[in-house]
């Protein structure tokens, strides 16, 4: 008991220490942000681009997909171009050209050696000084830069517009025509666009060679490359790693953790019998089979567009679904079903727990139920009516697609979403109240699932802490409180807890044993991945210090999963214990699944990225994907499917279950899962590193092949 009142302790130390970290870097993120001018002006003082328009602009590249079409500062999808890299690449060639014309009379390409070095070096001297004005929020560009910009500008307007001369771009990019309807909102679009690039090339005030976003994108043109800070802390962070491995190891191989208890001669779980509230959750289950079969269908919609831009299979199909829809959904859904999967275990085991069912508990159950039906269907209905009729920033912010990843729905849905998982955690708490107050080895596990439960609930508020008018780099910041911390961490915490409960419940592992494990594994989690969201944001307008906190941290996200496929052979080895054990085969293999998928997922593949000098080159590229969906569906979706089963197998009588299908089903799943990262996306971003190191992110905007190469 000691022992555990100690872990608890080094729990909580940890838990405040590493969010005040994270809320004072928030603050540096804020202050070192970069600045939106009041005005860009050229030479003469005529106005390019007024704050307002850079603001404007930023709203409606949201509205119109965002980062489900193309991405700014490595943040977005993969078919479209990062619209930052891109913007620069165009205009350092367009201003290259200009220069040329104006003191050689030739293009640049006409030019001899000693020409085109001279006209190079003045191109990256004009990219990189930065001549923003503080004191008057001004920010000044010589003439043939201003041409440059307007050049880009026209282009742009037209690309984003229906000028027929772009159409082959559009639908290399998969975008619809026209992709912004307001004339005024395509004005502005190319003002946030350029601010985006201007960040990425320009030096920080006081600097030389560190633009806002730590010199990303890699542009050989202006002299983007990795920083002195990016590479020392990347070495710093394999090292860290190679060390925290090794005392991980240390100090499993040095503990003496009991072995597994005997397994009870009958299935401790075979009389229980489902309450009124338990067996009402079976409609979650089936909702969650449904939403997981339609984000298959959106990825395989998602996935073809890449092939054919507007079409599928020659069928006009981005009249109806374009790519920007159906990418949302797909994403959306990949959250949504996971999250329904791990809400209604929590509902369908408290109960179970506590062997009390609350007064009305299953009409709060069924209301929870009905009111996330609402809001998936109508999150999913209003951004789609909004993206095919266009209806506006302010439709896309409040109900619409907000065109942020994983956070799309419109801001009113959030608003119900924050309301209904905290009335889930009312549902949770009233129902595992008697569990908690009992005195017993399960309490700690009792309890952890509460807390995780709590922080679920909470956190999700960070959803609601940037507005439409908020800067991009915050926006970036406490979009991946979510992501990183509600996805990654805390339903983490949850469902291990939960997995234990289950073990313990079915006699497989002893409650003291447990108890400790858990806590543990959340310190150890925790520690690393608190501050290991700061991985995220290395080039997203953030001062440098990000990039050093991030890569320390990240590295000991990955720590414990080095060795965490040793749980899942131990898992493996428990359904081996009995003979009844072999009833809870499926869910068992699916947690096994759960610890190779994230030994490999998120462990090899996240590792492959998360390192400044790895991020640098490869961000917004397959390499992302690949470790996206290794992660995401292999992990968290095959806890979700395993609880599914666990559930589902427990609200039905055991005579009606049949296992053939669900076998086929987990082989054909993991197969399947191994097959798109193993054969396609990983090769893919392989190839696509390649050219981002030797060439530079910003080239693929000329040629379809080079479109491909993200």
């Given at each position: 008991?000691?022992?555990?009142?100690?872990?608890?302790?080094?729990?909580?130390?940890?838990?405040?220490?590493?969010?005040?970290?994270?809320?004072?870097?928030?603050?540096?993120?804020?202050?070192?942000?970069?600045?939106?001018?009041?005005?860009?002006?050229?030479?003469?003082?005529?106005?390019?681009?007024?704050?307002?328009?850079?603001?404007?602009?930023?709203?409606?590249?949201?509205?119109?997909?965002?980062?489900?079409?193309?991405?700014?500062?490595?943040?977005?999808?993969?078919?479209?171009?990062?619209?930052?890299?891109?913007?620069?690449?165009?205009?350092?060639?367009?201003?290259?050209?200009?220069?040329?014309?104006?003191?050689?009379?030739?293009?640049?390409?006409?030019?001899?050696?000693?020409?085109?070095?001279?006209?190079?070096?003045?191109?990256?001297?004009?990219?990189?000084?930065?001549?923003?004005?503080?004191?008057?929020?001004?920010?000044?560009?010589?003439?043939?830069?201003?041409?440059?910009?307007?050049?880009?500008?026209?282009?742009?307007?037209?690309?984003?517009?229906?000028?027929?001369?772009?159409?082959?771009?559009?639908?290399?990019?998969?975008?619809?025509?026209?992709?912004?309807?307001?004339?005024?909102?395509?004005?502005?679009?190319?003002?946030?666009?350029?601010w985006s690039a201007w960040a990425a090339a320009t030096d920080r005030p006081g600097e030389s060679g560190l633009s806002y976003t730590s010199n990303w994108p890699h542009e050989p043109l202006v002299d983007n490359r990795p920083t002195t800070g990016n590479g020392v802390w990347s070495i710093a962070s394999v090292i860290l790693l190679i060390a925290g491995i090794a005392a991980m190891v240390w100090f499993h191989m040095a503990g003496h953790e009991e072995a597994d208890p005997a397994a009870p001669k009958r299935d401790p779980l075979f009389d229980l019998v489902a309450t009124p509230s338990m067996r009402a959750t079976r409609k979650y289950f089936y909702v969650v089979i449904a939403l997981l079969l339609v984000q298959i269908g959106m990825g395989v919609v998602s996935a073809h567009y890449a092939v054919e831009g507007q079409s599928f299979f020659g069928l006009p199909l981005a009249e109806l679904l374009p790519f920007v829809v159906s990418r949302t959904i797909h994403t959306q859904l990949g959250v949504l079903w996971i999250a329904t999967a791990w809400l209604a275990t929590g509902l369908y085991i408290a109960p179970a727990l506590s062997g009390r069912e609350?007064?009305?508990?299953?009409?709060?159950?069924?209301?929870?139920?009905?009111?996330?039906?609402?809001?998936?269907?109508?999150?999913?209905?209003?951004?789609?009516?909004?993206?095919?009729?266009?209806?506006?920033?302010?439709?896309?912010?409040?109900?619409?697609?907000?065109?942020?990843?994983?956070?799309?729905?419109?801001?009113?849905?959030?608003?119900?979403?924050?309301?209904?998982?905290?009335?889930?955690?009312?549902?949770?708490?009233?129902?595992?109240?008697?569990?908690?107050?009992?005195?017993?080895?399960?309490?700690?596990?009792?309890?952890?699932?509460?807390?995780?439960?709590?922080?679920?609930?909470?956190?999700?508020?960070?959803?609601?802490?940037?507005?439409?008018?908020?800067?991009?780099?915050?926006?970036?910041?406490?979009?991946?409180?979510?992501?990183?911390?509600?996805?990654?961490?805390?339903?983490?915490?949850?469902?291990?807890?939960?997995?234990?409960?289950?073990?313990?419940?079915?006699?497989?592992?002893?409650?003291?044993?447990?108890?400790?494990?858990?806590?543990?594994?959340?310190?150890?989690?925790?520690?690393?991945?608190?501050?290991?969201?700061?991985?995220?944001?290395?080039?997203?307008?953030?001062?440098?210090?990000?990039?050093?906190?991030?890569?320390?941290?990240?590295?000991?996200?990955?720590?414990?999963?080095?060795?965490?496929?040793?749980?899942?052979?131990?898992?493996?080895?428990?359904?081996?214990?009995?003979?009844?054990?072999?009833?809870?085969?499926?869910?068992?293999?699916?947690?096994?699944?759960?610890?190779?998928?994230?030994?490999?997922?998120?462990?090899?593949?996240?590792?492959?990225?998360?390192?400044?000098?790895?991020?640098?080159?490869?961000?917004?590229?397959?390499?992302?994907?690949?470790?996206?969906?290794?992660?995401?569906?292999?992990?968290?979706?095959?806890?979700?499917?395993?609880?599914?089963?666990?559930?589902?197998?427990?609200?039905?009588?055991?005579?009606?279950?049949?296992?053939?299908?669900?076998?086929?089903?987990?082989?054909?799943?993991?197969?399947?899962?191994?097959?798109?990262?193993?054969?396609?996306?990983?090769?893919?971003?392989?190839?696509?590193?390649?050219?981002?190191?030797?060439?530079?992110?910003?080239?693929?905007?000329?040629?379809?092949?080079?479109?491909?190469?993200?």
């Amino acid at each position: 008991m000691k022992a555990s009142r100690r872990l608890w302790r080094a729990l909580a130390v940890i838990f405040l220490l590493s969010f005040a970290v994270l809320g004072w870097i928030g603050r540096e993120i804020y202050l070192a942000a970069p600045p939106i001018p009041a005005r860009v002006v050229d030479a003469d003082g005529q106005t390019l681009f007024s704050g307002e328009q850079i603001q404007r602009g930023q709203e409606a590249w949201l509205a119109a997909g965002g980062q489900q079409l193309g991405s700014v500062w490595g943040h977005g999808s993969y078919i479209a171009p990062d619209w930052s890299a891109d913007w620069l690449h165009r205009e350092a060639l367009a201003l290259r050209d200009e220069l040329a014309l104006q003191q050689f009379r030739q293009r640049f390409a006409e030019l001899d050696a000693d020409g085109q070095a001279m006209i190079a070096a003045q191109l990256k001297a004009e990219l990189r000084r930065n001549r923003y004005d503080a004191a008057s929020g001004t920010l000044t560009v010589s003439a043939e830069r201003a041409r440059a910009i307007a050049a880009q500008s026209a282009h742009y307007r037209g690309l984003f517009g229906d000028d027929p001369a772009l159409a082959k771009l559009r639908e290399q990019y998969a975008m619809t025509a026209p992709a912004i309807a307001d004339p005024a909102d395509r004005a502005a679009l190319p003002a946030f666009f350029f601010w985006s690039a201007w960040a990425a090339a320009t030096d920080r005030p006081g600097e030389s060679g560190l633009s806002y976003t730590s010199n990303w994108p890699h542009e050989p043109l202006v002299d983007n490359r990795p920083t002195t800070g990016n590479g020392v802390w990347s070495i710093a962070s394999v090292i860290l790693l190679i060390a925290g491995i090794a005392a991980m190891v240390w100090f499993h191989m040095a503990g003496h953790e009991e072995a597994d208890p005997a397994a009870p001669k009958r299935d401790p779980l075979f009389d229980l019998v489902a309450t009124p509230s338990m067996r009402a959750t079976r409609k979650y289950f089936y909702v969650v089979i449904a939403l997981l079969l339609v984000q298959i269908g959106m990825g395989v919609v998602s996935a073809h567009y890449a092939v054919e831009g507007q079409s599928f299979f020659g069928l006009p199909l981005a009249e109806l679904l374009p790519f920007v829809v159906s990418r949302t959904i797909h994403t959306q859904l990949g959250v949504l079903w996971i999250a329904t999967a791990w809400l209604a275990t929590g509902l369908y085991i408290a109960p179970a727990l506590s062997g009390r069912e609350p007064p009305l508990q299953k009409l709060g159950v069924d209301l929870l139920f009905y009111a996330l039906l609402l809001i998936v269907a109508g999150s999913i209905a209003c951004g789609w009516i909004g993206s095919l009729q266009q209806l506006g920033t302010t439709f896309s912010f409040w109900l619409g697609n907000q065109g942020l990843e994983y956070t799309s729905m419109g801001r009113v849905w959030q608003y119900l979403l924050f309301v209904g998982l905290l009335f889930w955690l009312l549902l949770m708490g009233r129902a595992l109240w008697p569990a908690l107050k009992r005195p017993g080895e399960s309490r700690g596990l009792i309890a952890m699932v509460f807390l995780s439960a709590a922080c679920i609930g909470g956190f999700y508020a960070s959803s609601l802490m940037w507005g439409r008018h908020s800067h991009y780099s915050m926006i970036e910041y406490w979009r991946w409180w979510l992501v990183h911390l509600w996805v990654e961490g805390f339903f983490e915490v949850f469902a291990t807890a939960v997995i234990a409960l289950i073990f313990t419940r079915l006699g497989l592992i002893r409650a003291a044993t447990a108890n400790s494990a858990i806590v543990l594994e959340t310190i150890v989690f925790l520690f690393g991945g608190i501050l290991g969201t700061l991985h995220h944001l290395y080039f997203t307008g953030t001062p440098t210090s990000v990039i050093a906190v991030g890569a320390m941290f990240s590295a000991l996200e990955v720590v414990p999963l080095a060795l965490i496929g040793l749980e899942g052979y131990r898992t493996y080895r428990r359904s081996k214990a009995a003979p009844w054990v072999a009833g809870y085969r499926w869910p068992i293999l699916c947690f096994v699944a759960v610890g190779f998928w994230n030994s490999v997922g998120a462990g090899l593949l996240g590792f492959a990225i998360n390192p400044p000098i790895a991020l640098y080159y490869v961000q917004g590229l397959n390499m992302t994907a690949a470790h996206g969906h290794a992660a995401l569906f292999g992990v968290y979706g095959m806890l979700g499917i395993g609880l599914l089963l666990f559930c589902l197998r427990g609200l039905s009588p055991r005579a009606q279950w049949h296992d053939g299908l669900v076998g086929k089903a987990f082989w054909l799943l993991n197969g399947g899962l191994a097959m798109m990262v193993f054969m396609s996306l990983l090769p893919a971003g392989i190839y696509q590193a390649w050219a981002s190191v030797s060439e530079g992110c910003g080239t693929r905007v000329r040629p379809r092949s080079s479109t491909r190469r993200r």
